[in-house]
């Protein structure tokens, strides 16, 4: 049973570039949650998709901007990349009833 | 709060001894706390969790307990291996309506041989 799975697991970008990050959920969860989390810090919250609707949303601007497909897959776009979003960014899906599961993240780095 | 520093706080701890992770949580309307492993280049682990009904849970080796009225949340290790060296976080939830995890800052746990 595959976990969750995020592609591509490196990416290097350069300033004011637009970047997309793919997640796909573990196998019989439908919401797909996004963080971000810098070098030596924790995850935070960026936002969570269910039912291919954005159900809540952190505190990020609005480059940062997401998606959810009938097949609960998911993907993260962040428009005008700066040098402050060079992050690992994290997927982890869940259902209702059931923990979540991290993916082991997309190491972006923004020159 | 959810912002930390670039250094995280380490506990270096020796083959076999036990370990003691502590962690302050923010919001007193959580209701649900889990511990997170995350190793080198990979997500955060599920490790353990609690409901604010309990004031104690163990599993395998592991023991959380809570203490809601300092929000205090600790995760004791048994017989800490070599395997156990990652940074361990404490994440918070509220179950009816808040739909996301609030991390607390890290720990990293060195086990020396």
């Known amino acids: 049973d595959a976990g969750v799975t995020q592609s591509p697991t490196h990416l290097i970008k350069t300033r004011g570039q637009q970047v997309t990050l793919r997640c796909s959920p573990k196998s019989g969860h439908d919401t797909v949650s996004w963080y971000q989390q810098a070098l030596g810090q924790g995850p935070q919250f960026i936002f969570q998709y269910y039912e291919e609707e954005e159900r809540q949303r952190g505190n990020f601007p609005d480059r940062f901007s997401g998606h959810q497909f009938p097949n609960y897959s998911s993907e993260l776009n962040v428009n005008a990349l700066l040098l402050g979003d060079s992050a690992l960014y994290l997927c982890?899906?869940?259902?209702?009833?059931?923990?979540?599961?991290f993916g082991s993240g997309t190491r972006l780095t923004v020159v | 709060g959810e912002s930390v520093g670039l250094h995280l706080p380490t506990l270096s701890v020796q083959e076999g001894d036990n370990s003691i992770i502590n962690c302050a949580y923010s919001?007193?309307?959580?209701?649900?706390f889990i511990w997170y492993k995350q190793e080198s280049g990979k997500g955060p682990q599920f490790i353990i969790d609690i409901r604010s009904n309990m004031d104690k849970r163990q599993g395998q080796r592991v023991t959380v307990l809570l203490n809601k009225t300092v929000k205090h949340l600790s995760l004791q290790i048994a017989a800490t291996q070599p395997g156990d060296s990652a940074v361990y976080f404490c994440?918070?939830?509220?179950?009816?309506?808040?739909?996301?995890?609030?991390f607390g800052s890290g720990t990293r746990l060195l086990v020396r041989p």
């Open positions: 982890a899906s869940s259902s209702t009833g059931n923990g979540y599961t």
């Open positions: 919001n007193s309307a959580s209701d649900y």
């Open positions: 994440a918070e939830d509220t179950m009816d309506s808040s739909y996301k995890l609030i």
